[in-house]
């Protein structure tokens, strides 16, 4: 069974930069793209962007200006940055892996458990 | 906030046909581009519910199911169980002015 396991700093100051890295087990790493997805506390889900496995990255035009996705695939991870924090980027987030659809767009199967990261001074 | 709307609440008894719309524009859904729905239960990870407009993955109940016609989607549950008390969110592709992948607003099922 395919396991996301996420890990990074949970509470940070404003101004400083997020950097959050979701391990990959129990499935197949390469042929998918990888995704970041945030949920600030009550509310919708926001889509951050995606990385493939050959390292060409996509992201939200509304964060791109402060967000890095990076990706290591000899280690089955890859990572979130992103920059000059402030109390609106406190939310979940999650790294779920997108699926080429037979239908066409690809969508979110696997999502793990998500972390809580606080911004806050 | 998100370029695909839908409604805060639904409710429904249960046993009773409730569903929820995803109304978007012209440069996302009406533009063709396909509709996938997710449940949240409370406190957990969302959880992929329809994919491709229509298709189910396995071990999603038949009692879910969605359509599209023009700009909205929506997702139907017909039969409402207590555990399907839940947020609800559709995501499609919208294509301007930079093309990326967008979530609906997000819905409340409550069962009474």
């Known amino acids: 069974q395919m396991q996301l396991q996420l890990w990074g700093a949970g509470l940070l100051k404003p101004s400083e930069t997020l950097s959050l890295t979701c391990a990959v087990s129990?499935?197949?790493?390469?042929?998918?793209?990888w995704s970041w997805v945030r949920q600030a506390p009550g509310k919708g889900l926001e889509y951050i962007g995606d990385?493939?496995?050959?390292?060409?990255?996509n992201y939200n035009p509304s964060l791109k200006s402060r967000v890095t996705i990076s990706i290591d695939t000899s280690n089955q991870q890859f990572s979130l940055k992103l920059t000059s924090v402030t109390a609106a980027d406190t939310a979940v987030y999650f790294c779920?892996?997108?699926?080429?659809?037979?239908?066409?767009?690809?969508?979110?199967?696997?999502w793990g458990q998500g972390a809580l990261v606080t911004v806050s001074s | 906030q998100s370029v695909l709307t839908q409604p805060p609440s639904v409710s429904g008894a249960p046993g009773q046909r409730v569903t929820i719309s995803c109304t978007g524009s012209?440069?996302?859904?009406?533009?063709?581009?396909?509709v996938h729905w997710y449940q949240q239960l409370p406190g957990t990870a969302p959880k992929l519910l329809i994919y491709?407009?229509?298709n189910r993955p396995s071990g999603v109940p038949g009692r879910f199911s969605g359509s599209r016609s023009g700009a909205t989607a929506s997702l139907a549950i017909t039969g409402l169980q207590a555990e399907d008390e839940a947020d609800y969110y559709c995501?499609?592709?919208?294509?301007?002015?930079?093309?990326?992948?967008?979530f609906g607003t997000g819905t409340k099922v409550s069962v009474l």
């Open positions: 012209n440069s996302n859904i009406a533009a063709g581009y396909d």
């Open positions: 491709g407009n229509f």
């Open positions: 129990g499935g197949s790493f390469g042929g998918y793209y």
């Open positions: 995501q499609s592709y919208d294509r301007s002015p930079n093309g990326h992948y967008v």
């Open positions: 779920p892996r997108q699926v080429p659809s037979p239908t066409g767009l690809p969508y979110l199967d696997y």
């Open positions: 990385i493939k496995y050959s390292g060409s990255a």
